[in-house]
Structures are given as C-alpha cells and as structure tokens.
C-alpha cells in the first residue's frame, strides 16, 4: 500500500492518521516541498518513527544535516532506487 502527499504537512498529516493501524516503512520525499520542508518532515519522522527509512530526493544538491537514510539526485532510474533500498534495508 501506498500513499501520495502534496506536501510536507499532508505527509505528516497522513501518517498520523493511518499509523495506528499501518507501519509506514519508507517516505521518499523532494527537498522542495511547500508548507512543512523536506528536512522538517524527516525530523518529524525520525523523532516519532524512528523504524521507518527516508529517501530524500533533489535534482540539485544534496542538503546537508538531514536525518534521511538515503539521498537520491533527480533524474534518476528505478534501478537506483533499487539499489538504495537495498543499501538501506535489512535483508
């Protein structure tokens, strides 16, 4: 199952409302997001969910001082995502 979000506080908004029943295992999210940013989201994440990975994305640098587990530069190809899920997940 997955969710879509707008922007950071829809993110936010959504996991609050269905983490009672489901476990969220990944947020991929831009770092250019309106409302609630990108490294925001992923300290909220973090604080309250520790369990769950974050994939930042950018088509330009990669942000410094983010919690995120993985960084990926946009455009990319899903056999990179792959390959980060990968890295980052336990078998």
Excluded: C
């Excluded at 829809?10 to 831009?30: K, N």
């Excluded at 990926?72 to 190809?77: A, D, L, M, N, R």
């Amino acid at each position: 199952m997955f969710f879509l979000a707008e922007d950071g506080e829809q993110a936010e908004d959504t996991i609050l409302l269905h983490s009672p029943g489901i476990s969220f295992d990944l947020v991929i999210t831009d770092t250019n997001m309106p409302r609630l940013g990108s490294i925001e989201l992923t300290n909220w994440i973090k604080n309250n969910y520790p369990k769950t990975y974050v994939i930042l994305m950018s088509a330009l640098h990669e942000t410094k001082g983010h919690r995120a587990d993985a960084f990926i530069k946009k455009p990319f190809e899903l056999k990179k995502l792959d390959t980060i899920l990968d890295a980052i997940t336990p078998d």
